[in-house]
């Protein structure tokens, strides 16, 4: 089977992994986006799934875009049976999802229908669900809303999960579970099924500015909110006309503090909220 795989970030390494050493899958080509600068020095850093590539010896292609016909071309010219996409951030126009025989499969982490579109993760942690999952699907026009192959058994969702944590966690659940989805998919073993679609929910794409911090928000939701935005967009307030990262925080105990007001102890900061306090744990100041 001739498997193309886009994905970008450190999470999915081991997906791609699982696909290069699985039995009767020969990887023709990874796609991930162009290197970009990172960091205050700017230097130019490349995707972490390129560099797992590139090690392993595979193609690696970095179009800024899919919807060129030269880079459609480029794509068809690999002649792959199916692609699968992990966290490829990139839109794939209809042209490229027609093209494979076996359609393209999208490792999603949720279990879809709910928490569709680019924020599952955050969404699951914002929301304080108990649980989440992994969803193996066909990529169709719309926004993960093609049929399901596979999902994982719940994977609970704890206190302290970050979406660094849980996004890890979930990849590597989706690494297992991939490529026996793929293989009996493949042998016709596996019949598409439709979602649920009265039971859809779609999250939304992060901005900057979800980061900051509303102090009338109780406690509990912005101990989400810390958990969630870890590492993009992070969660920042102002002290002093300065910016302040929180880094890291607990609920604290019921004392009465007034939204914003700060009290400090022996070895913690307390923040009033608009219901209860916010333990800071870990902190970063401007510069």
């Known amino acids: 089977m001739r498997l193309l795989f886009m994905g970008t970030p450190e999470d999915v390494v081991p997906v791609l992994e699982s696909l290069v050493s699985g ?3 020969d990887v023709v080509g990874v796609y991930t986006p162009p290197d970009r600068p990172k960091g205050r020095g ?3 850093e490349m995707p972490p799934v390129k560099v797992f590539a590139l090690e392993r010896g595979l193609l690696v292609f970095q179009p800024t875009t899919l919807r060129p016909e030269p880079a459609q071309q480029e794509l068809a010219d690999l002649r792959p049976d199916v692609i699968v996409v992990a966290a490829y951030g990139k839109f794939l126009p209809d042209a ?3 093209l494979p025989r076996l359609g393209v499969l999208n490792l999603h982490p949720s279990l879809i229908p709910k928490h569709r579109g680019p924020s599952p993760v955050a969404t699951a942690i914002l929301e304080g669900d108990d649980w989440t999952g992994v969803t193996v699907m066909l ?3 719309g926004m993960d809303t093609g049929p399901i192959l596979s999902q994982s058994d719940p994977v609970p969702v704890t206190g302290r999960d970050t979406h660094t ?5 979930l990849f590597k659940i989706g690494s297992v ?3 026996p989805t793929l293989d009996a998919y493949a042998k016709g073993e596996i019949t598409p099924a439709p979602q649920d679609n009265s039971r859809a929910t779609t999250s939304r794409l992060l901005k900057r500015e979800d980061g900051r911090i509303d102090w009338s928000m109780t406690a509990i939701e912005i101990h989400r ?7 993009w967009p992070g969660t920042f307030t102002t002290w002093r006309g300065q910016n302040l990262k ?3 925080a607990l609920i604290g105990p019921e004392a009465p503090l007034s939204p914003g007001e700060v009290r400090r102890a022996a070895d913690a900061i307390f923040i009033g909220t608009g219901s209860g306090q916010l333990e800071v744990r870990k902190l970063q100041g401007e510069g």
């Open 23 to 25: 039995p009767g899958i």
């Open 42 to 44: 700017r230097e130019v």
């Open 246 to 248: 929180i880094l890291s």
């Open 139 to 141: 990529l169709d026009s």
């Open 165 to 169: 944590t849980l996004t890890e966690r």
């Open 177 to 179: 579970l991939l490529p």
């Open 225 to 231: 909110q810390v958990r969630a935005f870890d590492p």
């Open 96 to 98: 490229v999802l027609a």
